[in-house]
């Protein structure tokens, strides 16, 4: 057993962004030997606390202490030789590269010269291996590698010096059941080192199973330490979320506007498969599944930007055959993306450019784009959504993340859509713009236009959708309608549990 | 009044911050004007316009290539084959009767060379996917072997006088091939800010992604924009091959380096979504005036290339350090 109270310990962080206070007063601490499992959802800080702790982020208040030790982290390396490691959720391995060289890489044992001891360097990578009992030898290359094992060449990374606290961020999201038990027995042997373990995730299951203490975070705020065997996940749930979950949404009346998109027995490679759905004018059609499971296949197929297999697309009554996003604008469908920034927006363009997009072609007198056309339905639709900007001048990169959320979707209002699918509405964007971006999906709903609502948060389908569709591993399990839907048969709908 | 000039003041900064290199241009220009007799000169301004018409003309479409966040290298080629075209054709015998009109075939046949080896640059980078710096550095390489095939390592001369006449003629004050540049930059200048083709221009190099979420047909877009700079190049060809009415197999080398300084150094990333025709107009200005000017004060050829390579980083620094915008950047 460790001489010290805690291996890692952060005192009254602040950590404030351009646009967000990310982190308020937050307080946490690992003891040696110890899961702690940090709780939240998106945007509730978790990344930020994490990017702090590894020294990716110097805090503007508060205090770090590794080991009882005050410390001032400028660098994830220095981070490192004090004994904090942050097992990334993506990978950041060198591919082309040897396992024992991605060990140590950035600090390779050197000979004379600054020659690299492989002899050194593949004996210290096996003994680190071993301890992790990892099948694979030294000399393997990493792209060789199952995404399991890879996960392993990452933590036996951390373990090249006398790792105090190592921080998982959701390290089981792309692995098998059988290789997470590999990765729980190792979990386990750091804990029986004395190393103070530091566990984020999503998945309740399996923080109920491994985890000593739950801390929970919301809004950037500490919310509170409960111990394991003293909780459960009602309580957990809501001090995530901040009210306990009533998901009846009473009163609201189910559309019953036409049919205006249809499909049947959809399929596409090993991505989806048999998925049949209708949406009504009116109506917002929630999908809800774990990240994978298909949802956002779906959107991107129906907008022709991948290939079906099989199926049947029927819009207003008529079957029709996407080839193309070029092809299903034309068609009335619009697809706002999962992520903005990467594929919704040009960030280096202004916001009336890019809100007219897609219809600049329509806009032009003569050769040239008419300038007060684009300025009209610029400024409708930014008094529309409310969009807060000092101008159309303005760059898309300089806005918030609700506004330039407003911007996209507002993209594909000015088309007049027959079908709106929202992949993610809210993802990254602070606490008031959400509602604010759920109300707006509503009313859209309430306007007639037809909403698809994909998102990985479950208060945010449970709020927004008249139906909600569950999928789990590219097929879809469950419908339900408002009323019926509950969080525990929702939950289980997307695990495969019904 | 006085406010007047503030905002004016504030108008004219805000320009220097974007296009920096024409504040760069105005300093060497006076640099120039003070330090040698002969640079303050119409007649000299006018040899400087020549001078530069030529890559002037290629930057031209090199920055719409370039904000797609492409480039093309076979530029100097291109401006080869289309000169020798040019200038033999003019002369086959078919043509015997036809007098000064044989020259339009001429022409004709060398700017459709440069569209067809554009629109063939383009439509490999659209259909294999394989980075536009691999396609013209293939095409590049290539297409100048095709020209030492094609003129057998001879240069053409260009036996109707007509033709460089052409090249060493005037309209009013100016020279006839500055004029066409001048002309060209204020299309593309319209072409670049004002029309469609152009605003997808920007959106296909700022982001793929979102133009093919927005419907923008991104392969058939970059394709257009490789068949424009080819016209370019090949145009280029045909206006220097009439400066000096003759063409040889070794016209353009490093044609391609100097187009590209230019862009660059009128504030176009090479990431692409960023950039103007004002900006590469400066560009292009700036290296016509430092060799034209440098040359007056007599400076050997190899200094000259050693003080444009180092005023080309030291002006990218500068803008870097003057729009950084990046914050984020990770530290190397």
């Keep these: 057993m460790n001489a010290f109270d805690t291996a890692l310990r952060v005192q009254g962080i602040v950590k404030t962004f351009p646009a967000v206070r990310a982190l308020d007063d937050v307080s946490f601490d690992v003891r040696p030997g110890e899961v702690h499992a940090l709780l939240g959802e998106n945007g509730a800080g978790k990344s930020t606390l994490m990017k702090v702790l590894a020294g990716m982020h110097r805090p503007d208040q508060g205090r770090i202490f590794i080991s009882e030790e005050p410390a001032i982290l400028h660098s994830p390396l220095e981070a490192k030789r004090l004994g904090v490691v942050l097992i990334h959720q993506e990978l950041s391995l060198a591919e082309q590269m040897s396992v024992a060289e991605n060990i140590f890489l950035g600090e390779l044992p050197r000979k004379n010269f600054g020659m690299v001891d492989w002899k050194k360097l593949y004996a210290d990578a096996e003994a680190i291996l071993q301890r992790l009992n990892c099948d694979f030898g030294p000399q393997t290359r990493v792209e060789d590698l199952s995404i399991a094992k890879k996960q392993m060449v990452e933590i036996a990374r951390a373990l090249t010096v006398e790792a105090k606290a190592v921080i998982f961020d959701e390290p089981t999201a792309s692995l098998t059941d059988q290789e997470k038990e590999v990765l729980f027995d190792v979990i386990r042997d750091l804990q029986a080192q004395g190393v103070g373990i530091v566990y984020i995730s999503h998945r309740m299951e399996e923080i109920f199973r491994i985890s000593n203490r739950i801390s929970v975070l919301r809004d950037g705020t500490y919310r509170g330490t409960l111990e394991t065997v003293d909780t459960n996940e009602d309580e957990v749930t809501r001090l995530m979320i901040g009210r306990s979950l009533d998901t009846s949404r009473g009163g609201k009346v189910v559309s019953t506007g036409p049919v205006v998109l249809k499909v049947e027995n959809l399929s596409c490679g090993d991505l989806f498969e048999n998925v049949s759905f209708s949406v009504q004018a009116g109506e917002v059609l929630g999908f809800y599944g774990l990240v994978g499971a298909g949802r956002t296949a779906i959107a991107e197929a129906l907008f022709g930007l991948r290939r079906l297999s099989q199926g049947k697309v029927v819009l207003n009554g008529q079957e029709i055959t996407i080839t193309s996003p070029r092809h299903a604008v034309e068609q009335g469908l619009a697809l706002v993306p999962e992520s903005r920034k990467e594929q919704g927006l040009v960030l280096g363009m202004s916001c009336r450019d890019n809100m007219t997009l897609p219809q600049i072609g329509n806009l032009t007198t003569g050769p040239f784009v008419s300038n007060g056309g684009e300025i009209a339905i610029f400024d409708r639709y930014r008094d529309l959504l409310s969009i807060k900007t000092p101008g159309w001048r303005q760059l898309v990169g300089n806005l918030s993340g609700g506004n330039q959320q407003k911007i996209v979707i507002g993209k594909w209002l000015a088309m007049r859509p027959k079908v709106l699918i929202v992949d993610e509405p809210t993802r990254g964007i602070d606490v008031g713009s959400k509602a604010e971006i759920h109300n707006l999906l509503r009313e859209l709903a309430a306007d007639g236009y037809a909403v698809i609502v994909i998102s990985s948060e479950m208060p945010e389908i449970l709020s927004v959708s008249d139906r909600i569709i569950a999928m789990y591993r590219g097929e879809i399990t469950r419908e339900f309608t408002a009323d019926e839907v509950t969080e525990d048969n929702l939950v289980q709908a997307i695990s495969g549990l019904s | ?332």
């Design chain 2, 1 to 332: 009044m006085s406010i007047m000039n503030k905002s004016s003041a504030a108008r004219l900064w805000r320009q220097v911050v974007r296009h920096p290199i024409w504040f760069f241009v105005l300093v060497i220009f006076i640099f120039f004007s003070l330090a040698t007799d002969h640079f303050f000169a119409f007649h000299n301004f006018q040899n400087i316009l020549v001078q530069t018409s030529t890559i002037g003309l290629i930057a031209l479409g090199m920055t719409l290539v370039m904000i797609n966040g492409n480039i093309d290298l076979s530029v100097g080629a291109t401006l080869a084959l289309a000169a020798s075209l040019a200038v033999d054709i003019q002369g086959w015998p078919v043509f015997e009767s036809w007098g000064d009109w044989a020259m339009l075939p001429a022409v004709i046949a060398a700017l459709a060379s440069g569209i067809m080896l554009g629109a063939l640059n383009g439509i490999i980078v659209w259909k294999t996917g394989v980075n536009a710096f691999i396609v013209t550095l293939g095409a590049m390489l290539g297409v100048r072997g095709l020209v030492f095939i094609y003129t057998q390592e001879q240069s053409f001369y260009a036996m109707n006088f007509a033709y460089s006449d052409f090249g060493s003629s005037a309209v009013g004050p100016l020279p006839t091939l500055a004029v066409i540049f001048l002309v060209f930059t204020v299309i593309t200048h319209f072409l670049l800010a004002r029309t469609v083709h152009g605003r997808n221009t920007y959106a296909v190099g700022g982001n793929r992604d979102a133009a093919v979420n927005a419907g923008i047909r991104v392969g058939p877009h970059m394709v257009v924009n490789f068949m424009i700079v080819g016209f370019f190049a090949a145009l280029a060809g045909v206006t220097l091959s009439t400066q000096m009415g003759a063409s040889t197999p070794n016209l353009g080398r490093d044609y391609e380096l100097w187009t590209i300084t230019a862009v660059v150094l009128g504030g176009t990333k090479l990431t692409g979504g960023a950039g103007n025709i004002i900006g590469t107009l400066g560009g292009v200005l700036a290296i016509g005036i430092l060799r034209n000017g440098m040359n007056l004060m007599q400076v050997p050829a190899f200094y000259v290339l050693v003080i444009l390579g180092t005023i080309l980083i030291a002006v990218l620094f500068l803008d870097k350090q003057v729009n950084r915008k990046e914050d984020g950047e990770l530290r190397v």
